[in-house]
């Protein structure tokens, strides 16, 4: 596996192995040794499966309580995905770095606890899996606003995202609750 560098230092894509013959293709979605070498230690107690449409945008979200650290991929379509570093002592603190992941390139993301997290699909439909560090605590989940103007996020916008009511409801940064 090889470690592909973000616009911040915490998050990055991962390209797996991909082992192809006219038969189609295998690879190494996860091997603990391999991600322990790249830096990521977690033990991953929950995998999330979504699908979603063309526009749809989900996120920004992350657990005050309970944060989730996330290894994304996409088996099918593609989305534009999202992480911002909403830890105040950080030096990265409010930027985010941007990935493309694909079903095509097999590319996945590491979202460490700590950030908020969230994608944009670009295809007809995309097929997303995450493996998450924590569970899943509803009294904990927070919703970061997706076009707060301080965060800048440059999604590759066409037409007005489909959203949830939470996520049409996140707050801006200046307003959020935080990690310290």
Do not use: C
Not at 9 to 30: H, T
Not at 36 to 56: K, P, W, Y
């Amino acid at each position: 596996m090889e470690k592909i560098a973000t616009a911040m230092p915490d998050v990055f894509m991962i390209a797996p192995k991909v082992f192809g013959d006219d038969r189609g293709f295998f690879l190494e979605s996860y091997n603990r040794k391999s991600m322990a070498a790249l830096g990521i230690e977690h033990e991953f107690v929950q995998d999330n499966h979504s699908r979603s449409s063309r526009g749809v945008l989900r996120g920004l979200h992350y657990q005050i309580k309970q944060p989730q650290g996330k290894l994304v991929r996409v088996v099918s379509g593609e989305i534009f995905d999202v992480a911002v570093d909403i830890r105040r002592s950080s030096p990265t603190f409010g930027q985010w770095a941007g990935m493309a992941l694909s079903a095509e390139n097999k590319r996945m993301a590491w979202v460490p606890p700590g950030f908020a997290h969230g994608f944009y699909v670009v295809s007809d439909t995309a097929e997303v899996l995450y493996k998450a560090s924590d569970y899943y605590a509803p009294e904990h989940e927070r919703s970061l606003l997706w076009n707060d103007p301080a965060l800048n996020i440059e999604w590759p916008l066409a037409g007005e995202p489909l959203l949830s009511d939470k996520d049409r409801n996140g707050l801006p940064l200046a307003a959020a609750e935080v990690y310290a």
